[in-house]
């Protein structure tokens, strides 16, 4: 099945100008290596025709190999968001395996489900719930024990068709479907209540059995469409509010008969207790689903969209508008896709037909406050509120606008990036397109103090996309270039290593760094508050200040978990949180030489190679990348594999 060789004290022989990383050992499987991947948290796997490998990274031996899977394409294989869990999808059913055992905790085949509609990992209850269609066409939903793979429960036909599942403590869960809201015990899923979820839905249960057939058609007609929900806690925890978006198309009445599409969002609040519904009318609102905030206790709905919008506060207690005109709320140029809430109100980000604006929202009032919205160029991805104002940053320029007047601090925006924007205490760090260099804003006093000495300009027509803050200074980086700042602004270094210009290659580079960047879903430690005050410690824009900043509960609540599973899985997260601590220090990068293409490990406070490792010549490359660890696992023949420690 697999050969194994390990070579902890060999180290390649290299003609190379850089020197090469150690070949730690390699394993020939008996039959090609059709595919591999490493999963968020280290889980090293790899398919060939003889099924699918859990493989341990650090000998190589195989830990689990299950032989189902032996004709399984990668795009069938995917990851459970935030759980040590794959989904599997073949001509037989679903299959669930946890990643670290190779165990199958679902098959639906085996569990009687014919079609799987939706699939829920629920770690206060440390089960996984399945629902689709029975093998008599009926709905069906069903719990399994994570930690032993048994069936809790099975109901059939008593939620109908389930479009999202929420907990609310480890004894009780939420479900929402199609036309109704029910209340189910986690542990015996027995229904606590069931109520309608819309007067539509009430009436069809007056009509007997044709409005069950009814029902059946509205669900069956569903079927193929994007359902959209917002499910939103009352900071009481006694009320919960349901959103839901309608897609509307009117044929246009001009002679090129163009359709015109546009949005409505309903909300209904109910109580948690029983159920009931809390307003006698859903709060109807023109656009999409948008953004939520509580404001004393009440409603605060801004709608996404791409046409000009109200925004509105709603009193909870029979969900009355509060703002605007009898109450119909004030208009905004825009769907608001962004805000940022200061002492008194917020900074509201809007767009409309690719265009964008900021605007002032004074919320005890309900008014906007700026004589005329503020266009903006660019998506708006970076804020933060000074003595000032509020600094904004697109993705073409910066500029720090004054909420009470709307006036902006400088005359002429700064040319930028928000991706290329790093705050450090007082002082934030902005790449200037136009200067060709990095400057630093004084956050007191809203001053441009320092301009670098010397500009840069990277090779192969790049441009930096990444400014990290450093101990030493400020890097600038892209995909092949390196350049870094002393907080004088003096240049330290640049540095450009050439691109293997072949785009397969750095597929497996990307993909890899995707990974990295999507830790903040799958990686936790013990208390968020750790997180919380280690993030605090890093840069705005870096991938670890993002992913310490953004990461959830699920792991925290895992970690109280009994499951052996979720135990597993919380020891890897805490594992690679503490990974990330080195692999901050380098950056990984493809590069061509005489020998074919070289993987470099670039330590990002010198900018010089500090390692390599040969992936040679081949022009449809098979290589897994794990940033977190610094591993990299090359198929350099059909059916073997090697694995390098950069």
């Given at each position: 099945m697999l050969k194994k060789i390990s070579a902890y004290s060999f180290l390649f022989l290299s003609i190379s100008m850089f020197s090469q990383s150690e070949e730690t050992w390699t394993s020939t499987f008996d039959n090609e290596v059709n595919w591999q991947t490493v999963s968020a948290l280290g889980n090293y796997i790899v398919q060939t025709d003889s099924g699918l490998f859990g493989i341990d990274t650090n000998s190589g031996?195989?830990?689990?190999?299950?032989?189902?899977?032996?004709?399984?394409?990668?795009?069938?294989?995917?990851?459970?968001?935030?759980?040590?869990f794959a989904k599997i999808e073949t001509e037989k059913g679903l299959y669930i395996i946890n990643l670290f055992n190779g165990k199958r905790v679902f098959n639906s085949f085996e569990h009687g489900i014919k079609k799987v509609k939706q699939h829920f990992v629920l770690y206060q209850s440390?089960?996984?719930?399945?629902?689709?269609?029975?093998?008599?066409?009926?709905?069906?939903?069903?719990?399994?024990?994570?930690?032993?793979?048994?069936?809790?429960?099975?109901?059939?036909?008593?939620?109908?068709?389930?479009?999202?599942?929420?907990?609310?403590?480890?004894?009780?869960?939420?479900?929402?479907?199609?036309?109704?809201?029910?209340?189910?015990?986690?542990?015996?899923?027995?229904?606590?209540?069931?109520?309608?979820?819309?007067?539509?839905a009430q009436q069809l249960n007056k009509m007997g059995a044709f409005g069950n057939l009814l029902k059946e058609?509205?669900?069956?007609?569903?079927?193929?469409?994007?359902?959209?929900?917002?499910?939103?806690?009352?900071?009481?925890?006694?009320?919960?509010?349901?959103?839901?978006?309608?897609?509307?198309?009117?044929?246009?009445?001009?002679?090129?008969?163009?359709?015109?599409?546009?949005?409505?969002?309903?909300?209904?609040?109910?109580?948690?207790?029983?159920?009931?519904?809390?307003?006698?009318?859903?709060?109807?609102?023109?656009?999409?689903?948008?953004?939520?905030?509580?404001?004393?206790?009440?409603?605060?709905?801004?709608?996404?969209?791409?046409?000009?919008?109200?925004?509105?506060?709603?009193?909870?207690?029979?969900?009355?508008?509060?703002?605007?005109?009898?109450?119909?709320?004030?208009?905004?140029?825009?769907?608001?896709?962004?805000?940022?809430?200061?002492?008194?109100?917020?900074?509201?980000?809007?767009?409309?037909?690719?265009?964008?604006?900021?605007?002032?929202?004074?919320?005890?009032?309900?008014?906007?406050?700026?004589?005329?919205?503020?266009?903006?160029?660019?998506?708006?991805?970076?804020t933060i509120n000074t003595v000032n104002g509020i600094l904004y940053a697109t993705a073409e320029e910066?500029?720090?606008?004054?909420?009470?007047?709307?006036?902006?601090?400088?005359?002429?925006?700064?040319?930028?990036?928000?991706?290329?924007?790093?705050?450090?205490?007082?002082?934030?760090?902005?790449?200037?397109?136009?200067?060709?260099?990095v400057k630093t804003i004084n956050l007191e006093s809203g001053a441009i103090e320092m301009a670098a000495t010397e500009s840069i300009k990277f090779s192969e027509n790049e441009s930096p996309n990444t400014l990290e803050i450093r101990e030493k200074g400020i890097l600038l980086s892209s995909d092949q270039n390196f350049a870094m700042y002393d907080y004088n602004g003096e240049l330290l270094f640049q540095k450009y290593y050439a691109s293997p210009r072949e785009e397969g290659?750095?597929?497996?580079?990307?993909?890899?760094?995707?990974?990295?960047?999507?830790?903040?879903?799958?990686v936790s430690t013990m208390t968020s508050g750790v997180l919380q005050q280690a993030g605090a410690q890093q840069g705005i824009n870096t991938v670890e200040r993002q992913t310490l900043a953004k990461l959830g509960t699920a792991y925290n609540d895992m970690g109280k978990s009994a499951g052996s599973a979720a135990a597993m899985a919380f020891t890897?997260?805490?594992?690679?949180?503490?990974?990330?601590?080195?692999?901050?220090?380098?950056?990984?990068?493809?590069?061509?030489?005489?020998?074919?293409?070289?993987?470099?490990?670039?330590?990002?406070?010198?900018?010089?190679?500090?390692?390599?490792?040969p992936l040679g010549k081949n022009r449809k490359p098979n290589y897994a990348i794990d940033l977190v660890e610094g591993e990299v696992f090359l198929k350099d023949d059909s059916n073997r594999i090697k694995r390098f420690i950069l």
């Open positions: 031996d195989v830990i689990w190999n299950d032989e189902t899977f032996g004709r399984l394409s990668e795009t069938s294989f995917s990851e459970l968001d935030n759980s040590p440390n089960a996984i719930v399945v629902a689709g269609k029975s093998m008599s066409g009926e709905d069906m939903a069903l719990s399994i024990d994570i930690a032993t793979g048994s069936v809790r429960w099975s109901k059939e036909g008593s939620f109908g068709k389930l479009i999202d599942l929420v907990e609310l403590n480890e004894d009780e869960l939420l479900g929402i479907s199609l036309l109704k809201n029910v209340k189910i015990n986690s542990k015996t899923g027995d229904v606590i209540w069931s109520i309608d979820n819309s007067d539509e058609v509205a669900e069956a007609a569903s079927e193929s469409v994007e359902i959209k929900l917002d499910f939103i806690m009352h900071p009481s925890g006694e009320y919960f509010i349901i959103g839901s978006e309608q897609r509307n198309e009117n044929q246009s009445m001009s002679s090129n008969g163009n359709t015109i599409v546009s949005f409505t969002s309903s909300y209904r609040a109910y109580n948690i207790a029983n159920g009931e519904l809390l307003w006698n009318d859903p709060i109807e609102v023109k656009g999409e689903l948008g953004l939520t905030y509580w404001l004393n206790n009440d409603l605060l709905i801004l709608p996404r969209g791409k046409q000009n919008s109200r925004v509105n506060l709603y009193a909870m207690e029979d969900g009355a508008g509060l703002w605007g005109k009898k109450g119909k709320g004030i208009s905004i140029k825009g769907g608001v896709y962004d805000y940022t809430p200061t002492q008194d109100g917020m900074l509201v980000i809007t767009s409309r037909n690719d265009k964008h604006f900021l605007n002032y929202l004074d919320t005890e009032n309900g008014l906007f406050t700026f004589d005329k919205t503020i266009k903006v160029k660019g998506h708006v991805g970076y910066m500029n720090i606008v004054n909420t009470s007047t709307g006036d902006l601090l400088w005359d002429k925006d700064l040319k930028t990036h928000y991706k290329l924007v790093d705050r450090n205490g007082s002082q934030l760090y902005a790449f200037d397109y136009k200067a060709g260099a290659w750095k597929r497996a580079l990307l993909f890899a760094g995707t990974i990295y960047a999507g830790y903040v879903s799958a890897a997260a805490n594992k690679r949180f503490k990974a990330t601590k080195e692999a901050r220090d380098y950056c990984m990068v493809l590069t061509k030489s005489k020998n074919g293409i070289e993987l470099l490990k670039i330590n990002k406070d010198t900018g010089e190679s500090e390692s390599s490792i």
